[in-house]
């Protein structure tokens, strides 16, 4: 059983940064075959795509509305993704959460098959 815990959700104001992380508990040889993805709910809204990383060739993607902002990573040997945010908006709020598949399309598309609990980020104006 796979299991994702991310941290580094915090309070901080507009124009700030933070960095996200998710760590899976799963055999390195066995995480760097798969594709992992950040997602956010904000409250009384669908949840939607952030970036993904894809383990095949180390592409990444991005949602429009953090594109140039937001930075996704991902250390194999320490079996975590990261996401670095950059000049944080209000409507940057939300819980985020890590996904991990081994399709990148399911990854994208909110079916990955592993998912973290969510960690919160609250940007203040």
């Known amino acids: 059983q796979v299991q994702l815990v991310e941290s580094g959700g915090g309070l901080v104001q507009a124009g700030g940064s933070l960095r996200l992380s998710c760590a899976a508990s799963?055999?390195?040889?066995?995480?760097?075959?798969?594709?992992m993805g950040w997602f956010r709910q904000a409250p009384g809204k669908e949840r939607e795509f952030v970036a993904a990383?894809?383990?095949?060739?180390?592409?990444?993607y991005y949602a429009n509305s953090v594109k140039g902002r937001f930075t996704i990573s991902r250390d194999n040997a320490k079996n975590t993704v990261y996401l670095q945010m950059n000049t944080l908006k209000p409507e940057d709020t939300a819980v985020y959460y890590c996904?991990?598949?081994?399709?990148?399309?399911?990854?994208?598309?909110?079916?990955?098959?592993?998912w973290g609990k969510g960690t919160l980020v609250t940007v203040s104006s």
């Open positions: 996904t991990l598949d081994r399709s990148l399309q399911a990854t994208m598309q909110g079916r990955g098959a592993y």
């Open positions: 990383f894809s383990w095949n060739g180390g592409s990444t």
């Open positions: 799963i055999r390195t040889f066995t995480f760097s075959s798969y594709d």
